[in-house]
């Protein structure tokens, strides 16, 4: 069984700076990405960033220059740096993990239960 679990939310004022983790756990082979997704009160889930196997990686409008995607040296944790926060970036974070192949099943998608992120003063 895969899990994954995210950590790192937290309140924090505007301007600040929070850095989120995502762990997958399991018998897991390979993860072809990972990414941040979030879902601020009333609206749907928004895709934050995603980073791919070969690091490559994209992220919402909202968010480029000011958040940075990363995944560990053993592939199974991704990270996201939120720098220069505002009251916007305010949500529930979610990591999802894609593509996962374990010993007992092939390609499938994972998601962690989320994070809470407040920007408030």
């Known amino acids: 069984q895969v899990q994954l679990v995210e950590s790192g939310g937290g309140l924090v004022q505007p301007g600040g700076s929070l850095k989120l983790s995502c762990t997958a756990s399991?018998?897991?082979?390979?993860?072809?990405?990972m990414a941040w997704f979030r879902r601020a009160p009333g609206e749907q889930r928004k895709l934050v960033a995603i980073?791919?196997?070969?690091?490559?990686?994209d992220y919402a409008d909202s968010v480029r220059g000011r958040f940075a995607i990363s995944r560990g040296n053993a592939e199974n944790t991704v990270y996201l740096q939120m720098n220069s926060l505002k009251p916007e970036d305010t949500a529930v974070y979610s990591c999802?993990?894609?593509?996962?192949?374990?010993?007992?099943?092939?390609?499938?998608?994972?998601w962690g239960q989320g994070t809470q992120v407040t920007v408030s003063s």
């Open positions: 999802s993990a894609n593509g996962v192949r374990t010993l007992e099943d092939g390609p499938s998608r994972y």
């Open positions: 399991g018998n897991i082979f390979s993860i072809d990405t």
């Open positions: 980073i791919r196997r070969n690091a490559s990686a």
